[in-house]
C-alpha cells in the first residue's frame, strides 16, 4: 500500500500547451478559466484524497501510459501517476475510471460490460495481459502499471488497433458451415452432451485479444493465425453438426503456413486467457487432426 | 456521404438479426454502432430464450404468461407475434450453429424460468446471450454485411413536418471515434435504431457502461413518442458492490432466497405462497427489499441466494459461469457459501413506440429489441422473453425496412386510432427549457431546416452535428458531464426505484431540471480528434438527461400499483383507470403526455385481466 500522499503528480492537464489556432481570444480566455476552475477542482479532490491518506484510508498508485498522437505533450509516449482511494473489490477499471472521471477527463480506455465478457477492456497490467473489469487491485503491487496491448498500434493511450486481430479472426471461416441442413424449419440437428461439451470451451472466447498479444510467434510473424483464431477455428472443426467435408476444409485451412504449425506450445496464450480458454490444447488437437486426415488421404 | 437501402444503428442481437434479415430480403445493409459488434450488452444476457417448442407446450401458454407477467399492459398482437415466431428463430439459431446445451437425446435443453407454467426456456449455460451475439455475428461475417464500428450515431435526419406522423427519416449523422469525423449515412429505404436500453440512468444496474439509450433519445426529439417510460424492471439477484448479474437461471435451478435469519422469505413472509423465489421479476424485488427496510437484510443491504444443495456437478453443468461471476466481483465461492444479493436495475419495458413490424410513426423510421416498445412486455417482463423480442422483432424490423412484404400491424403508432391527452403535474419545466432554440448545446432537435430532400436535410444534419462538436468542445466553461451524469444516476436510484413515492419523484424532476441547467454549461475537456471517448460520453449523458425525465414523468403520472411499477399513494392494479400505455412526445422541446388504450384482443380470444398471483 502507497504510504504517499496522493495526488495527480502530473501538474500540466494534456489540455494544456495545445496551441490551437483557430480558437479565438474570447474562446481562449473561456478555456483559461476553464482550465482553472478543473485545477481547482482537482485541488479539491486532492485535498480530500489527502485527507483520506491522513485518516490512513487506503489509496492505491496506478501508473497509466499516455499516448496521443495529435496532442503536444503526449506525442512521445509518457505514464502518468495517479493516486485512487482504494474499496474493497476495487478493480483495475475502477480505478481508471475513477483516475479518468475525477483527475483527467482525457484519460481514454475502452470499456463497456464491466463484467468480462464484452472483451474490451484488455490490457497489460504489471507486465501481464489481463481483462482491468476482472483484475482485483488487491492482488497487485504498487504502483501498479497499466499499459496498451503490446504487439498492437496504439491508437491513444490504453486503445490499440484491433482491426489486424479482427482480420485474422475472419480468415477461418467464423461461421457454422454444415454439409446439409435439416429440412424441416423446426426440425434441429441433434448434437450429443459430449460433443458440445467438447466445443464449450472453445465458445466462450470474448475476442479480447489478450492471447494474440500475449503470443511471441505472433509478435514475429504478421500472418500468423494466432490462438484466438486457431481456436476458433476448432470451435467449428470440432462441432459434429458441420460433418467431415466441412471439417477436412477447416483443417486446410489452420494447416497453411501461417497456421496451427507454426505454433510453439508455449502456453502463454493459455496462461493469459480470461475466459480459462485451453487454447494451447485445441491447437495441439487441431494439429493431430491435421496429421490424421493427411494420412488419411495418403 | 455513405449511402445504403437500410442503416442499422446498434450490432447487439437486435441488430444483427434486423441486419442479416434486410440483407436475405435482398436490400444493400449496412450497421453503424459505437461498439464492435461482439462488445454489445446482448452478450451479458445469461438465463435463456423462451420459446414453445415442444409437443407439450404451446405459443398460447407462452401468450398466456407472458400477457400475466405483463400484468395486462401488453398488446395482445405483439406478444402473441412474438409467441408464434420464437421457436422458429430458436430453430433458425441451432441451424446456424448456436451452442444450445443439449438434452440425453441431442436436442436443445429447456428449464424453468419465473412466471411460466412450461419449462420453456432454452439455454446455453448460463451465457446464452453471449452465444447468441457471437453466432448471429458470425452470419454477419460470412454475408459480408458491412459494418462502421466504432462510429458513433449522433442525430437522425429526419424532415420537419408539424405532425410527427408526417416526418420522414432518411439517414443517420454519424461521429467517427478514431478520428472525430462527422458523416452523413442516408438511408434510402430506411433506418432501424437497435441501441439498447437506458440502464445508465441509474447508478446500481446491471447494464453495461454503454446502455445510455442514444436511439430512444434520439427517436423522442425527432417526434417518436416514448410508451411506458416508468417501467423499470429490477432484477432480485444481483452483486451488490457492482450491479453484475447473477442469473434468473439460478433460482430456476433450485436455488434459495434467505433473510439474515435464516427464514426462506419468500414462502415464509408469503410473498409467492405457490412459486416462491420463482415468482415474476418484480414480486422477488419488492420481496427481497421489504426484508431489507425490515430489518431483516443482511448488512442492512442485501439478502442470500444459496445454491449449495445443488451440488457441484450440476452447478458446473449448468451454472458454471455464475461461479466465476459471483468469484470474481464479489468475492463469494457460490458452492461453498451462499451469494450476496439485491434488486438492480435490469431492463426497460418501455422505449421508443413501435408496432409489431418494428415501424415508428415517422416515415423510414424503425425499432426493435431493448429500445423499442411494441409493447410485448407491458408493466413487466418474463425472465428469457428479451431474447425472443430481439430475433423475432429484430427480423420483422429488418423485413419490413427492406420493403419484404409481411403482415400489416394491429398495433396503432402515433397520433391515430383512439387516444386522450393529458397534463403533468410536474414541480419544474420539462424539456428543452433553459436557452429555447440552442439546439447544439442541448443535443439538437429536429434537423435545421428540415428539409424534404433527403440529401439536403443529410447535409443541414451533418452541418449542425459539426457545430454541435465544435461547440462542446470550446464550451464556455467546465463542468465536467461524470457531475451531471451522477447527480441524474443518485437520484433515480433515489427515489425512481422499486418503491416510488410522489414526493421522490418530484424531487428527481427538480433534480433532473437542475441538471439540465448544469448541463447548458458542460464542456469536454479532451481536446483530442483520436479517440475522443470524453465527447461521446458527454453526448451521452445528454441523451441520459432526456429518458431519465421520460421515466420519472410516466411513473408520477400513473397513479397505480402495475407490474414494476409501484406508488405508495395507491398500491393497487387500477383497471378500470390505467389498462392504457403512457406515451409522452417531445413536442419540440415541451413534452406532452396522452394515453392509448391497451390491446387485449388477440387472435382467437379477449386476455381478461386477472389477479396477478405467483
Known amino acids: 500500500?502507497?504510504?504517499?500522499?496522493?495526488?495527480?503528480?502530473?501538474?500540466?492537464?494534456?489540455?494544456?500547451?495545445?496551441?490551437?489556432?483557430?480558437?479565438?481570444?474570447?474562446?481562449?480566455?473561456?478555456?483559461?478559466?476553464?482550465?482553472?476552475?478543473?485545477?481547482?477542482?482537482?485541488?479539491?479532490?486532492?485535498?480530500?484524497?489527502?485527507?483520506?491518506?491522513?485518516?490512513?484510508?487506503?489509496?492505491?498508485?496506478?501508473?497509466?501510459?499516455?499516448?496521443?498522437?495529435?496532442?503536444?505533450?503526449?506525442?512521445?509516449?509518457?505514464?502518468?501517476?495517479?493516486?485512487?482511494?482504494?474499496?474493497?473489490?476495487?478493480?483495475?477499471?475502477?480505478?481508471?475510471?475513477?483516475?479518468?472521471?475525477?483527475?483527467?477527463?482525457?484519460?481514454?480506455?475502452?470499456?463497456?460490460?464491466?463484467?468480462?465478457?464484452?472483451?474490451?477492456?484488455?490490457?497489460?497490467?504489471?507486465?501481464?495481459?489481463?481483462?482491468?473489469?476482472?483484475?482485483?487491485?488487491?492482488?497487485?503491487?504498487?504502483?501498479?502499471?497499466?499499459?496498451?496491448?503490446?504487439?498492437?498500434?496504439?491508437?491513444?493511450?490504453?486503445?490499440?488497433?484491433?482491426?489486424?486481430?479482427?482480420?485474422?479472426?475472419?480468415?477461418?471461416?467464423?461461421?457454422?458451415?454444415?454439409?446439409?441442413?435439416?429440412?424441416?424449419?423446426?426440425?434441429?440437428?441433434?448434437?450429443?452432451?459430449?460433443?458440445?461439451?467438447?466445443?464449450?470451451?472453445?465458445?466462450?472466447?470474448?475476442?479480447?485479444?489478450?492471447?494474440?498479444?500475449?503470443?511471441?510467434?505472433?509478435?514475429?510473424?504478421?500472418?500468423?493465425?494466432?490462438?484466438?483464431?486457431?481456436?476458433?477455428?476448432?470451435?467449428?472443426?470440432?462441432?459434429d453438426r458441420e460433418g467431415e467435408s466441412r471439417k477436412t476444409e477447416r483443417l486446410e485451412t489452420i494447416e497453411q503456413e501461417h497456421g496451427v504449425w507454426r505454433c510453439q506450445t508455449q502456453f502463454s496464450c493459455t496462461n493469459v486467457c480470461p475466459k480459462d480458454i485451453p487454447l494451447t490444447e485445441h491447437i495441439q488437437e487441431l494439429k493431430r487432426e491435421a496429421v490424421k486426415k493427411n494420412l488419411k488421404f495418403w | 456521404m455513405y449511402e445504403h437501402d437500410v442503416i442499422v444503428v446498434g450490432a447487439g442481437g437486435a441488430g444483427l438479426r434486423a441486419a442479416i434479415a434486410a440483407d436475405e430480403a435482398g436490400a444493400d445493409v449496412a450497421i453503424v454502432s459505437k461498439l464492435h459488434p461482439v462488445r454489445s450488452h446482448t452478450g451479458a444476457a445469461e438465463g435463456g430464450i423462451n420459446a414453445a417448442l415442444r409437443d407439450a407446450d404451446s405459443w398460447e401458454d407462452h401468450a398466456y404468461d407472458t400477457m400475466k407477467g405483463s400484468d395486462y399492459l401488453g398488446d395482445a398482437p405483439a406478444i402473441e407475434t412474438l409467441c408464434q415466431d420464437s421457436p422458429y428463430e430458436v430453430i433458425q439459431l441451432e441451424h446456424w450453429g448456436m451452442a444450445f446445451s443439449r438434452e440425453e437425446d441431442g436436442r436443445v435443453s429447456q428449464r424453468p424460468f419465473g412466471g411460466l407454467s412450461f419449462p420453456r426456456t432454452t439455454y446455453a449455460g448460463a451465457e446464452t446471450g453471449h452465444q447468441l451475439l457471437h453466432t448471429l455475428y458470425e452470419q454477419l461475417v460470412k454475408r459480408g454485411i458491412q459494418v462502421y464500428d466504432e462510429w458513433y450515431v449522433m442525430n437522425l435526419a429526419v424532415t420537419d413536418e408539424e405532425r410527427p406522423e408526417d416526418r420522414h427519416c432518411h439517414g443517420v449523422v454519424a461521429y467517427d471515434v478514431q478520428t472525430s469525423e462527422v458523416a452523413g449515412f442516408k438511408a434510402r429505404d430506411g433506418v432501424i435504431l437497435a441501441t439498447g436500453g437506458p440502464g445508465q440512468a441509474f447508478d446500481h444496474t446491471t447494464n453495461a457502461v454503454s446502455c445510455t439509450g442514444d436511439g430512444q433519445a434520439m427517436a423522442y426529439r425527432a417526434g417518436v413518442p416514448l410508451e411506458d417510460m416508468e417501467f423499470i424492471q429490477f432484477h432480485p439477484t444481483t452483486l451488490p458492490s457492482t450491479g453484475v448479474l447473477i442469473s434468473e437461471g439460478v433460482r430456476g435451478e433450485g436455488g434459495i432466497l434467505y433473510n439474515e435469519e435464516g427464514e426462506r422469505f419468500m414462502y415464509e413472509r408469503g410473498y409467492a405462497n405457490n412459486d416462491g423465489e420463482l415468482a415474476s421479476r418484480d414480486v422477488v424485488s419488492r420481496a427481497e427489499l421489504t426484508e431489507v427496510n425490515e430489518g431483516r437484510g443482511i448488512e442492512d443491504e442485501y439478502v442470500h441466494l444459496d445454491m449449495r444443495h445443488l451440488g457441484e456437478d450440476r452447478i458446473m453443468d449448468r451454472l458454471e459461469n455464475i461461479l466465476h461471476l459471483a468469484e470474481d466481483f464479489e468475492g463469494a465461492d457460490g458452492i461453498e457459501e451462499p451469494m450476496p444479493v439485491k434488486p438492480g436495475q435490469h431492463y426497460a419495458m418501455g422505449g421508443i413506440e413501435t408496432d409489431e413490424n418494428g415501424e415508428t410513426c415517422v416515415g423510414g423510421l424503425y425499432a426493435a429489441g431493448e429500445c423499442a416498445c411494441a409493447s410485448v412486455h407491458g408493466a413487466n417482463r418474463l425472465g428469457g422473453n428479451a431474447l425472443p423480442e430481439l430475433i423475432v422483432l429484430g427480423k420483422r424490423a429488418g423485413y419490413h425496412a427492406a420493403g419484404k412484404e409481411i403482415e400489416e400491424a394491429k398495433v396503432e403508432t402515433g397520433k391515430r386510432g383512439e387516444y386522450e391527452t393529458a397534463?403533468?403535474?410536474?414541480?419544474?419545466?420539462?424539456?428543452?427549457?433553459?436557452?429555447?432554440?440552442?439546439?447544439?448545446?442541448?443535443?439538437?432537435?429536429?434537423?435545421?431546416?428540415?428539409?424534404?430532400?433527403?440529401?439536403?436535410?443529410?447535409?443541414?444534419?451533418?452541418?449542425?452535428?459539426?457545430?454541435?462538436?465544435?461547440?462542446?468542445?470550446?464550451?464556455?466553461?467546465?463542468?465536467?458531464?461524470?457531475?451531471?451524469?451522477?447527480?441524474?444516476?443518485?437520484?433515480?436510484?433515489?427515489?425512481?426505484?422499486?418503491?416510488?413515492?410522489?414526493?421522490?419523484?418530484?424531487?428527481?424532476?427538480?433534480?433532473?431540471?437542475?441538471?439540465?441547467?448544469?448541463?447548458?454549461?458542460?464542456?469536454?475537456?479532451?481536446?483530442?480528434?483520436?479517440?475522443?471517448?470524453?465527447?461521446?460520453?458527454?453526448?451521452?449523458?445528454?441523451?441520459?438527461?432526456?429518458?431519465?425525465?421520460?421515466?420519472?414523468?410516466?411513473?408520477?403520472?400513473?397513479?397505480?400499483?402495475?407490474?414494476?411499477?409501484?406508488?405508495?399513494?395507491?398500491?393497487?392494479?387500477?383497471?378500470?383507470?390505467?389498462?392504457?400505455?403512457?406515451?409522452?412526445?417531445?413536442?419540440?422541446?415541451?413534452?406532452?403526455?396522452?394515453?392509448?388504450?391497451?390491446?387485449?384482443?388477440?387472435?382467437?380470444?379477449?386476455?381478461?385481466?386477472?389477479?396477478?398471483?405467483?
Not at chain 1, 477527463?105 to 495481459?129: E, I, K, M, W, Y
Not at chain 1, 482491468?132 to 488497433?161: A, Y
Open chain 2, 423 to 614: 397534463t403533468i403535474d410536474s414541480p419544474v419545466e420539462l424539456g428543452e427549457g433553459g436557452s429555447p432554440g440552442d439546439a447544439v448545446a442541448d443535443g439538437g432537435a429536429v434537423a435545421a431546416g428540415g428539409s424534404a430532400d433527403p440529401d439536403t436535410l443529410l447535409e443541414q444534419t451533418v452541418e449542425s452535428e459539426r457545430q454541435r462538436v465544435d461547440e462542446l468542445q470550446s464550451g464556455e466553461d467546465g463542468i465536467h458531464h461524470s457531475e451531471v451524469r451522477s447527480k441524474v444516476q443518485e437520484t433515480m436510484t433515489d427515489h425512481v426505484n422499486v418503491f416510488r413515492e410522489e414526493e421522490g419523484l418530484k424531487q428527481a424532476l427538480r433534480d433532473i431540471r437542475e441538471a439540465r441547467d448544469e448541463y447548458e454549461n458542460v464542456r469536454v475537456m479532451d481536446p483530442s480528434k483520436t479517440f475522443n471517448t470524453d465527447l461521446l460520453q458527454t453526448i451521452e449523458t445528454q441523451n441520459l438527461l432526456d429518458l431519465a425525465e421520460a421515466i420519472t414523468v410516466g411513473a408520477l403520472a400513473r397513479k397505480e400499483f402495475r407490474g414494476a411499477h409501484w406508488r405508495a399513494e395507491a398500491q393497487e392494479r387500477k383497471d378500470d383507470e390505467w389498462l392504457k400505455h403512457t406515451l409522452l412526445s417531445w413536442n419540440d422541446g415541451s413534452p406532452e403526455l396522452w394515453y392509448r388504450p391497451v390491446i387485449l384482443e388477440g387472435e382467437n380470444k379477449t386476455y381478461e385481466p386477472k389477479v396477478r398471483s405467483y
Open chain 1, 1 to 239: 500500500m502507497s504510504t504517499q500522499p496522493p495526488q495527480h503528480e502530473h501538474e500540466e492537464s494534456p489540455a494544456d500547451g495545445v496551441d490551437d489556432a483557430e480558437s479565438t481570444p474570447p474562446a481562449q480566455q473561456r478555456r483559461e478559466d476553464a482550465k482553472a476552475d478543473k485545477r481547482s477542482r482537482d485541488a479539491q479532490r486532492q485535498a480530500e484524497a489527502d485527507d483520506a491518506a491522513k485518516r490512513d484510508e487506503p489509496t492505491r498508485h496506478i501508473k497509466v501510459f499516455r499516448y496521443d498522437p495529435e496532442i503536444e505533450g503526449k506525442q512521445e509516449p509518457r505514464f502518468d501517476d495517479f493516486h485512487v482511494p482504494f474499496e474493497k473489490g476495487m478493480t483495475v477499471l475502477d480505478a481508471l475510471i475513477y483516475a479518468r472521471d475525477q483527475y483527467d477527463p482525457s484519460l481514454t480506455f475502452r470499456h463497456s460490460c464491466r463484467q468480462a465478457v464484452c472483451g474490451s477492456d484488455a490490457f497489460f497490467v504489471n507486465g501481464d495481459q489481463r481483462l482491468g473489469c476482472k483484475t482485483q487491485l488487491s492482488e497487485l503491487d504498487d504502483p501498479v502499471r497499466i499499459e496498451p496491448l503490446p504487439h498492437q498500434e496504439v491508437v491513444k493511450d490504453l486503445v490499440v488497433d484491433m482491426d489486424h486481430f479482427y482480420e485474422e479472426m475472419e480468415a477461418v471461416d467464423p461461421y457454422f458451415d454444415p454439409d446439409e441442413t435439416p429440412d424441416g424449419e423446426l426440425e434441429e440437428q441433434r448434437q450429443s452432451r459430449e460433443n458440445r461439451e467438447k466445443v464449450k470451451m472453445s465458445t466462450r472466447c470474448i475476442w479480447c485479444g489478450a492471447c494474440f498479444s500475449s503470443c511471441n510467434i505472433a509478435a514475429g510473424d504478421n500472418q500468423y493465425l494466432g490462438p484466438a483464431a486457431l481456436n476458433k477455428a476448432y470451435r467449428f472443426a470440432m462441432d
